[in-house]
């Protein structure tokens, strides 16, 4: 049997995130050409979801490592248990999300295992000829699309961000679950978790919601998100915002978009009165659909815009709004809707 | 106490523009500057020996091209003791694994370091992996994504700021901390801080002083390789409105929020 593909997922308070499941449908098609076994690997202390989900998205092997020292992420324990699956399990290929889970984890494992790790591949693939994993991904701000392979070293890991690929169609497969016992070694840590706080309700992570409208300097005060607030809610949508918008403290740090923030790809992307530095664009480019609103004809951010509107954004953006309450009648007037029941 | 901090010298985009007709940086007459995230972990680094007082010695370590002394000069300015420029023709092409082989060899022979301070990415190569790697080469733990950091003489409490909350951790020392920019506002060199930088000593090591193979050196020692570049094609048509063409232009996106965004 060849040497399989491997997929460590993320499970974040006792249930299974989709990336877990579109990294599994990833590692079916590159399994399918090398023809060998699809190894989804979970760590967790107490679970919501059903295992053999994965065995409905491709896998064949579910490699299964429940304890209480799982309960939160420590850097030290996920790592040794990571390292020592992928030495018992020898697989081609490790693919993870580039959550800061993964982006913390697999990093120390490449340091520990000495291989080649690529961050953020857009795209995966096998090369015909020679069976190496081609790993795409955007460099220099997104400008250029590097193709990289490790050619010498196993396992060839990477990262790939949630979103990029598609949560493929379930299918009717079976497949086993192995249960990875670990030992008083792998669990040896100078980390102590003390506490975890979710973020309040109402301040979702940005990077799963399907809409995002964010704003920049040009909005000239704290006040605007005021405005991109409503035209975020009508859409059911989270706020975002650019770097000097979070430096000058108009928005908090987990809403800055780009670089330095969080990289984003919703459906739906709306940039207001943001010029479009490098370091935003590159945070947002590969959004579905993106809108952006300036008052500066030669703003960079029309360049990637899919509607680009020129003017005062206090004149348009209300426009916006009111236009989207007329036209998307059942989203803006459901709570009259609810009291026309009773 | 023995503080590291692992900087690295980028180009500076924040000025960059991209060119209308290919959508590529127009990178002529960008200066170089201090990874943005490394001025955060001087800075906490500068606290840090604030706090502790003169027992405390900040090590600023680089690898790159010879004028990556500059970047050095800047961070002892800004208060680092001392400075160690890792340079060396053989260390060219380097990934993150051999970039992270060279600054772990470095840190282990400059001395026994209690707390190692980096970015928590470069803005030019955005892996954020050197971190982790040198931690993990240095059999240490790591915290990214670090937001705050309580300095206490045995171990950090530090907040990692994640995608759904932030997580309390308490790590004993030797141990390696990443560093967001939310973590503190880096403070302008001194007058007194730039004048001396100037005139102080900076190590150089080059691959002989660290005794690293050459098979695990520059591009010859890193795992991965890069076998092709292409440029994107702009696949967008942007479609403008401005003036009276604005509500048209309005009318449409909501169409198309309707037809697709809110159905799929």
Known sequence: ?342 | MKIAVLIKQVPDTDDVKLDPETGTMIREGSGTIINPLDLNAIEAAVQIKRQVGSICEITVLTMGPPNAEIALREALALGADNAVLLTDRKFAGADSWATAKVLAEALKKTGEFDLILAGEKATDGETGQVGPEVAAMLFMPCATYVSSIEYNKDNVVVTRTVEDGTEKQRIQYPCLITVLSALNNPSMPTLRGKMSSRRADITILTSQDLQIETEELGLKGSPTRVVKVTTPQKTRKTKRFSGSQIEKGILQLVEEIKSSVLKQ
Request: aromatic fraction near 6%.
């Open chain 1, 1 to 342: 049997m060849n040497p399989s593909v491997m997929v460590y997922t993320e499970i974040r308070n006792g249930s299974i995130h989709p990336v877990s499941y579109e990294l599994t449908g990833k590692a079916r098609e590159l399994a399918n050409k090398l023809d060998c076994q699809v190894v989804v690997v979970t760590l967790y202390n107490s679970l919501g979801d059903k295992l053999e989900n994965f065995f409905s998205y491709g896998a064949d092997k579910v490699i299964q490592s429940q304890d209480e020292c799982f309960s939160f992420f420590n850097q030290q324990i996920h790592t040794n248990v990571l390292s020592a699956i992928i030495k018992q399990q020898q697989p081609q290929i490790v693919l993870a999300p580039a959550t800061t889970n993964g982006r913390t984890v697999l990093p120390a494992v490449a340091g520990t295992i000495h291989t080649g790790l690529t961050a953020d591949c857009t795209g995966l693939d096998i090369e015909n000829e020679t069976g190496l994993l081609l790993q795409t991904r955007p460099a220099i701000g997104g400008n250029i699309m590097a193709t990289i392979k490790t050619p010498h070293h196993r396992p060839q890991m990477a990262t790939v961000r949630p979103k990029t690929f598609k949560i493929p169609e379930k299918i009717e497969k079976s497949g086993i679950i192995e249960y990875f016992e670990i030992n008083q070694d792998m669990k040896h840590s100078t980390i102590e978790v003390m506490d975890y706080r979710p973020l309040e309700a109402g301040s979702e992570n940005i990077q799963d919601k399907d809409i995002i409208v964010s704003g920049g300097k040009g909005l000239k005060r704290k006040e605007g998100f005021d405005l991109l607030k409503e035209l975020a809610d009508i859409l059911q949508g989270g706020i975002g915002a650019s770097r000097p918008t979070i430096e000058a403290k108009w928005m908090e740090y987990p809403h800055q978009v780009g670089l330095s923030g969080k990289v984003v790809s919703p459906k739906l992307y709306f940039a207001i009165g943001i010029s479009g530095a490098v370091q935003h664009i590159a945070g947002m480019e590969t959004s579905e659909i993106i809108v952006s609103v300036n008052k500066d004809p030669d703003a960079s951010i029309f360049q990637v815009s899919d509607y680009a509107f020129c003017g005062d954004l206090y004149d348009i953006v209300p426009k916006m709004i009111e236009l989207l309450k007329e036209k998307i009648p059942n989203q803006s007037n459901g709570k009259e809707g609810e009291s026309n029941v009773q």
